[in-house]
Structure formats: C-alpha cells, structure tokens
C-alpha cells in the first residue's frame, strides 16, 4: 500500500508564501516521478508542478512559474512545493500525486497512479 500525505497548507495574505511537503511511503514505492496538483471550489483538479526526482527535471503550469518551486528532500520520498507571491486565485486543495514506473514528467491527472488527500491553501486579499 502506498500512502502520499501533504502537509503545510494554511491561509496566507496575498503576496505571501507557504512551502507544502508531500512524503511518500510503502514497500513497493519506487516512483520518480511525483507532481502536485490542486482544485478550486467549483472546478476541476489542475496541473500545477511535477519533478523526477531522479534527474531533477521540473516542469510548471503556466499560471504558476516564475512563482513556484518543486524539489525534492534529501529523504527520497518527500518532494516540496515553494509557492512565493501567492494570490488569491491560487486558493485551492493541492494533491501530491505519484507515477508508477514512469520517468516522464506529466500533466495529466489520469496518467498519475497515487494520491494523497489533500491540503488546504487560502490565499486571502
């Protein structure tokens, strides 16, 4: 059984910044490749960061680069999630999520096998 669980969320004024932290466990996780995404009241779940942790590569949403940062830990199953300059439309539920066996990045919410629960941002103005 693998377990994906998010931590950090919280409410923030706009302009300010919040790091989440997703870690991973289970015996048979071997994934390298681990995304966030996040879901407004009202809409659909959205990419907004992903990250081999093996070869470093990221990749970003549009409406989030040059904002937010995906690393990984020194721990090998925990990936982080540094969001600056937050606004209020960044105000969501964000999901770590994990692909098995796979060392491509994705954007697609169907090609991601794990997930964790969820952590609430609020972004306030």
């Known amino acids: 059984q693998v377990q994906l669980v998010e931590s950090g969320g919280g409410l923030v004024q706009a302009g300010g910044s919040l790091t989440l932290s997703c870690a991973a466990s289970?015996?048979?996780?071997?994934?390298?490749?681990m995304g966030w995404f996040r879901q407004a009241p009202g809409k659909e779940r959205e990419f907004v960061a992903s990250?081999?942790?093996?070869?470093?590569?990221?990749w970003y949403a549009d409406s989030v680069r040059g904002r937010f940062t995906i690393s990984r830990g020194n721990a090998k199953n925990t990936v982080y999630l540094q969001m600056n300059s937050l606004k209020p439309e960044d105000t969501a539920i964000y999901y770590c999520?994990?692909?098995?066996?796979?060392?491509?990045?994705?954007?697609?919410?169907?090609?991601?096998?794990?997930w964790g629960q969820g952590t609430q941002v609020t972004v306030s103005s």
């Open positions: 999520a994990a692909r098995r066996y796979s060392e491509y990045l994705s954007t697609y919410l169907h090609e991601y096998d794990y």
């Open positions: 990250i081999n942790k093996s070869t470093n590569r990221t």
């Open positions: 289970g015996r048979t996780f071997s994934s390298n490749v």
